[in-house]
């Protein structure tokens, strides 16, 4: 990239709408080098933590990114905040290439695009007080907000649901919650565009998520600012992407963007294996059911072993080597993400045999772990 490289104009400038490509992610790649020998030590391999993946939020958009641990998630998060350069594809913020931009060149936009990270405890600094973690990003900006920076953390402690006064005390002074509420404080405090949200609930207490969660989500209505909600967990996600513009999902899996659609289309019409056994996975509470009434019985499916090693995944179809559905087709050739017939528009999946589009109670379950297999066939004796 030159350095007469043009970004998009700061935020004065912008006109943009909603629904609007705020940021477009194609063929996103990031490999880390995996070194060895001795005494010299050389690359003897890659591990593919993101291999081509392509995304796109629209302004004011609540987009959710899933999957499980190790799946490249995280990864992905931090190449678009540009925490971490990427080994090849493409990111576009408002139309401008941004893939190889210098400090210098992303000076412009970086407050625009903030990030949320997962362990409350880890990213605060210890040594600042609350009033100098979130006033330091005006700070390094240079941003003078109407009536001193000091005014403006003190109404932004209130907006995330902490005491102004609580301006002057330390991060070991709070709980895990109050301290992400913080975190949240510090993102919001350069008026970003977009939120990148890695995890933000998965360190938390049960009892503390739904708050942390629902104050994102009020954030994201009133101010609104587009977030990319990284989780493994379906069920927060469900409750974080709401009905504001396009409310859409992606699955990843080792490195891959296997389905994306809508909240309602990947919630219950979902195509992908590995899709249908997420959703098998959530537990389901019936809160409003009467006694009498029949509830639906959901599918089950318990796959079989762990994700394979990003250093040497599986060829074709990475979901191949735990999948019930899997073929010499699926060893050969790697599903294209696609539409395929019968999906809503905008719902891709990559599947060579994808399933029905309905997550109820099959005929039989699909059990592949041989260890839970042999324990309920010992029950059943």
């Known amino acids: 990239m030159t350095e007469d490289l043009v970004l998009p104009a700061p935020r004065e400038a912008a006109t943009d709408a909603p629904g609007e490509p705020l940021l477009e992610v194609a063929g996103l790649v990031k490999h880390f080098p995996v070194k060895g020998g001795?005494?010299?030590?050389?690359?003897?391999?890659?591990?593919?933590?993101?291999?081509?993946?392509?995304?796109t939020v629209h302004v004011g958009e609540s987009f959710g990114l899933v999957g499980e641990s190790g799946c490249g998630k995280?990864?992905?998060?931090?190449?678009?905040t540009k925490l971490l350069e990427p080994t090849g594809g493409r990111i576009a913020y408002r139309g401008k290439d941004i893939t190889h931009a210098t400090r210098r060149q992303l000076a412009p936009i970086r407050s625009e695009i903030q990030m949320i990270f997962q362990d409350p405890y880890s990213s605060l600094n210890p040594r600042q007080?609350?009033?100098?973690?979130?006033?330091?990003?005006?700070?390094i900006n240079r941003i003078e907000p109407e009536g001193g920076r000091e005014k403006r953390v003190r109404e932004l402690l209130e907006i995330v649901g902490l005491n102004p006064e609580h301006y002057n005390r330390f991060p070991h002074e709070f709980s895990g919650g109050q301290r992400q509420r913080i975190g949240v404080a510090r993102a919001l405090s350069l008026d970003p565009k977009l939120i990148v949200a890695d995890e933000p609930v998965s360190a938390l207490d049960v009892s503390i998520q739904a708050q942390v969660v629902n104050l994102l989500q009020k954030v994201q209505q009133e101010l609104g600012i587009a977030f990319l909600f990284i989780a493994h967990d379906l069920a927060v996600v469900r409750h974080f992407v709401v009905r504001h513009f396009s409310q859409r999902v992606a699955v990843m899996y080792l490195g891959k963007v296997i389905e994306v659609g809508d909240r309602d289309s990947i919630y219950t019409r979902p195509r992908h294996?590995?899709?249908?056994?997420?959703?098998?996975?959530?537990?389901?509470?019936n809160v409003g059911a009467e006694d009498d009434e029949e509830v639906p019985q959901r599918e089950r499916i318990r796959l079989a072993g762990d994700v394979p090693s990003p250093i040497s995944p599986p060829s074709g179809c990475r979901f191949r080597t735990r999948?019930?559905?899997?073929?010499?087709?699926c060893a050969a050739e790697e599903p294209p993400l696609i539409q395929l017939s019968g999906n809503h528009a905008g719902h891709l999946t990559a599947c060579h045999f994808p399933e029905e589009p309905t997550i109820e109670a099959r005929d039989e379950d699909i059990v592949l772990d041989p260890a839970?297999?042999?324990l309920e066939e010992d029950a059943d004796d």
């Open 38 to 55: 001795f005494p010299i030590r050389r690359t003897v391999g890659q591990v593919q933590a993101v291999d081509g993946i392509d995304l």
């Open 74 to 80: 995280s990864t992905t998060g931090r190449l678009i």
């Open 129 to 139: 007080t609350v009033g100098k973690i979130i006033s330091g990003p005006m700070e």
């Open 273 to 285: 294996p590995y899709t249908h056994a997420l959703l098998s996975a959530v537990p389901e509470v």
């Open 323 to 329: 999948c019930w559905k899997a073929e010499d087709k």
């Open 372 to 374: 839970l297999a042999a």
